[in-house]
């Protein structure tokens, strides 16, 4: 069974960093096509940065030169490091997997099978 465990989350001010990290069990990692997705209040889920099966990362525009997404594929875990933190980043950040029809990956939350359970992100100005 896929398990998927997100830690990380807190309350940091603006310009801060933090580092999520996602714990896989069930399957490994290089495997699927893998992903970080937020949603803030009263808003759509949208993806964050995701890694093909090729390990080609792609990120949302607003995301580029801050965020950095990884995988340590022995430790079956996945990254997101989070710098230069905005107000705007504030929402539940959850971490995704797939593998029907995975190559390079991709943001659209749709296509992904597996969710971890989300930790917050919260970032004040």
């Known amino acids: 069974q896929v398990q998927l465990v997100e830690s990380g989350g807190g309350s940091v001010q603006s310009g801060g960093s933090l580092r999520l990290s996602c714990a896989a069990s069930?399957?490994?990692?290089?495997?699927?096509?893998v992903g970080w997705f937020r949603q803030a209040p009263g808003k759509e889920r949208e993806g964050v940065a995701s890694?093909?099966?090729?390990?080609?990362?792609k990120y949302r525009d607003s995301v580029k030169g801050r965020f950095t997404i990884s995988r340590d594929n022995p430790k079956n875990t996945l990254y997101l490091q989070m710098d230069s933190l905005k107000p705007e980043d504030t929402a539940m950040y959850y971490c995704?997997?797939?593998?029907?029809?995975?190559?390079?990956?991709?943001?659209?939350?749709?296509?992904?099978?597996?969710w971890g359970q989300g930790t917050q992100v919260t970032v004040s100005s």
């Open positions: 995704a997997a797939y593998r029907d029809y995975c190559q390079s990956g991709s943001l659209s939350p749709n296509v992904y099978n597996y």
């Open positions: 069930g399957y490994t990692y290089n495997s699927y096509c």
């Open positions: 890694i093909g099966r090729d390990g080609t990362t």
